[in-house]
């Protein structure tokens, strides 16, 4: 795993030790920030952050800031491996926490961000569909852009945001949302 583009293009990423990770495959993780476009500036918010790759590849490509949670102690290694060896300690602000409770408690104090990426484990998506629906309208900037990863066989999960784009990449699907 390897980060695509932008300021720390290549560099190699760790991933979670002794975990059975599903991180975003390079392809994919390419024809996202493509789909994307400039992300230079924005507030990243990068749910089931796993090895953190998805917030980091907003990093190297000039966001502003990532925020990363998750809740396995091994990822969370890995993500501090991971901010601290690209040098974006200054630039990122990880929590171990459960994203839904996190997600409800800052929706509710007012917290806001550009973009949103949220690779939950696949057999968990269905049931997260609810706390997505309710809290990410509340998470987003006005136009603000929240990208769902699942399976590749199942359809876009109904959040209450526009969908900009749904789009397969092997074994995954990509969907892409659109707060107003």
Do not use: C
């Amino acid at each position: 795993m390897r980060i695509i583009a932008g300021e720390r293009r290549g560099a190699r990423l760790v991933a979670p030790a002794g975990r059975k990770t599903r991180p975003t495959g390079d392809r994919a993780r390419e024809a996202l920030f493509a789909m994307l476009g400039d992300v230079a500036g924005l507030r990243v918010l990068d749910a089931f952050a796993g090895s953190g790759a998805l917030g980091l590849e907003a990093l190297s490509r000039g966001a502003a800031h990532a925020t990363f949670w998750e809740t396995s102690a091994a990822a969370l290694r890995a993500v501090r491996t991971n901010v601290a060896a690209l040098g974006y300690d200054e630039r990122s602000t990880i929590h171990r926490t459960d994203a839904v409770r996190l997600m409800a408690s800052e929706a509710a104090h007012g917290a806001a961000y550009d973009l949103i990426l949220l690779d939950p484990p696949y057999r968990m998506l269905a049931a997260l569909q609810p706390a997505f629906s309710l809290h990410l309208p509340a998470l987003l900037v006005p136009d603000g852009l929240a990208v769902v990863e699942g399976p590749a066989a199942s359809q876009p999960i109904e959040l209450g945001l526009a969908v900009d784009t749904s789009r397969r990449y092997g074994d995954e699907r990509l969907t892409i949302y659109r707060n107003g």
